[in-house]
RNA sequence: GGAGGGGUGACCGAGUGGUCGAAGGUGCUCGCCUGGAAAGCGAGUGUGCCGCCUUGCGGUACCGAGGGUUCGAAUCCCUCCCCCUCCGCCA
């Protein structure tokens, strides 16, 4: 979320912010422009009305004080002539407040619908294509014969069932078997060890999230299509919900519009989600200081954590999709910084370096892009991929992505810290990182360091977590 | 799931309708004292929003959340959420 004082001195800004990252859906931008100048109305219409209200708050606050010493001191005459000049005030108050909350919803509403604004040095540009590739490390394998792709490999030593995982569950919910599951947990245990190494704290997270958290972070309004839903309620809840608000209703208002408006209002509150599924652990970790004031000492803080991820990736088929390299549910070791806003930046190049050396170490070739505006996501200021190569499909699977959020998660999360004992508090900036996405990880090294005996030989650094080398 | 108790500022804790944004204490900041420190003494110390003559001043809201009663609510009423204790169930 922007900071309203952000739109409404520098518009022009927000609005370039919003051609940037949406120039590869056009449609798209003339609706968020729109929206900037509402936002702009709406703030000067709440404030005015507040202005007014406040003015009559402070001579109603005066009235009764008065009314209070008068009692008090037996004049209830003078108190009941008073006690009249209230009730038209009272009125006026009320009136003015309606329409300061009405107001103040809309700006809210407006503005989360807003994304965050680049940073300055981010390349414009409009879809993936013009991100750039600013490094690309170690060297691809070569290969006598054709490679074969992970979905072969796998099945041809019983590493994961995809057959079954789709049987028990659906398609992207695979069993890891035998060896493959040892390997995912060899990763779990590599991937946690070296964080915890480079100074994060380990954390386990709820696995749900309330619809809050996903707010704060960024995954609702905007992409709610990514999650998934629990409701707690039964339709019988949802039967007497219903009847009660209706139940409830003064008089049926006025006109069709009137009513379709309020279903809708039922529809939503109705729909929305008690808990959701975590698509990443950057929701609950980031969200652990969620309306918090941090001391600023305690900045930076570093944490990482394992879970699984889920994620409806609707719409989504093809070749993209086979074997590991998308699935509904996939484990994660993630990264978050929670840091002072002047050293943000310095954080960024950690994170990656973090991410980079584990890739590195598991002597996976890989590549850095930096994002370019139109394909860095709603959320981001800054945001860079890393890529494995992956052999067999003769392809590069995004594994991680590192971004900053500057303000913009904290400050719908309201997480501040105080910078000096009695000085005022000041938002954080936050960041993420995947630690790494084991899914494609394990694509990559098998595909990678398949041997022309059909044999597959693991990376040394995982041998003592595996309990063995090479998978014949 | 059943029965009961409770949610007040960074923390503890008073406050049951009228100068209560909230006593007192702890912590913290500054000053005095000291060779230095502790102790002691004195002063200060919440957040958001709005306005203005914008290193500050004024106003307003906030005592778990939302609604209600009242001229006036931390205090009374209703709904919800959370925490604790006991019983039951349980990986």
Redesign the pocket.
Known sequence: ML???TVRSHPQRVKEAVRAKYAGSPDEIDDLLDRVDELLEV?EA???H??E???K?????????????L??EGKDDE?EK??EQ??E??EEIDALNEKV?AAETRQRELLLALPNIPHSSVPVGATEEDNEIEETVGDKPSFDSEPHPHWELTDQHDLVDFERGAKVTGSGFPFYTGRGARLQRALLNFFLDRARDRGYQEMQAPLFVNPESAEGTGQLPDKEGLMYKIKESSPEDVEDEITNRLLKREESPNGEAEVRREVRSMINDLMEGDFYPIPTAEVPLTNFHRDE?IDGDDLPLKYCGYTPCWRREAGSYGADVRGLNRLHQFDKVELVHIVHPDESYRALDTLLRDAESALEALGLPYRRLLMCTGDMGFTQAFKYDLEVWSAGQERWLEVSSISNFEAFQARRM?I?Y?P???????LVHTLNGSGLAFPRILAALLENNQQPDGTIELPDVLHSYTGFAQIE
């Open positions: 900071d309203i004082e703030d709440r404030r005015s507040i202005t209200m406040q003015e708050q402070s001579r109603q606050n005066d009235l009764s004080s008065e009314i209070g010493k009692k008090r108190a008073r006690i209230t009730s005030l009272k909350e004031i309201q501040r105080r000096e004992p009695e000085a005022k508090p000041r």
